[in-house]
Nanobody, 121 residues
Framework: QVQLVESGGGLVQAGGSLRLSCAAS????????MDWYRQAPGKQRELVAR???????IYADSVKGRFAISRDNAKNTVYLQMSSLGPEDTGVYYC???????????????WGQGTQVTVSS
């Protein structure tokens, strides 16, 4: 079964940077979209950034110009480089991948367990 494991979260001061990673493992045939979501305390989970298998990207307006999503297809890994962080970026960051895997018909969404990002002012 496919698993996604995030890493790279932590505590950072406002204005600082962090790089999140999310590695997918298992019997993977292919991965199309890879996303980063975040959920702040008391708020709904929101899409932060998406990268397609053609390397097209989209970003939430709140992170444009500060965050950059990328992927390494050879490693089945997606990254989120976050810069100029502010307290409003605090939350649990989750990755999601749309995966075709051995033994499954069609593609399915797989989620990681989340990694905490805390930005202090």
């Amino acid at each position: 079964q496919v698993q996604l494991v995030e890493s790279g979260g932590g505590l950072v001061q406002a204005g600082g940077s962090l790089r999140l990673s999310c590695a997918a493992s298992g019997s993977i045939i292919s991965i199309s979209n890879m996303d980063w979501y975040r959920q702040a305390p008391g708020k709904q989970r929101e899409l932060v950034a998406r990268i397609t298998d053609g390397d097209s990207t989209i970003y939430a307006d709140s992170v444009k110009g500060r965050f950059a999503i990328s992927r390494d297809n050879a490693k089945n890994t997606v990254y989120l480089q976050m810069s100029s962080l502010g307290p409003e970026d605090t939350g649990v960051y989750y990755c999601k991948a749309v995966v075709k895997e051995v033994g499954w018909l069609g593609a399915r969404e797989c989620w990681g367990q989340g990694t905490q990002v805390t930005v202090s002012s």
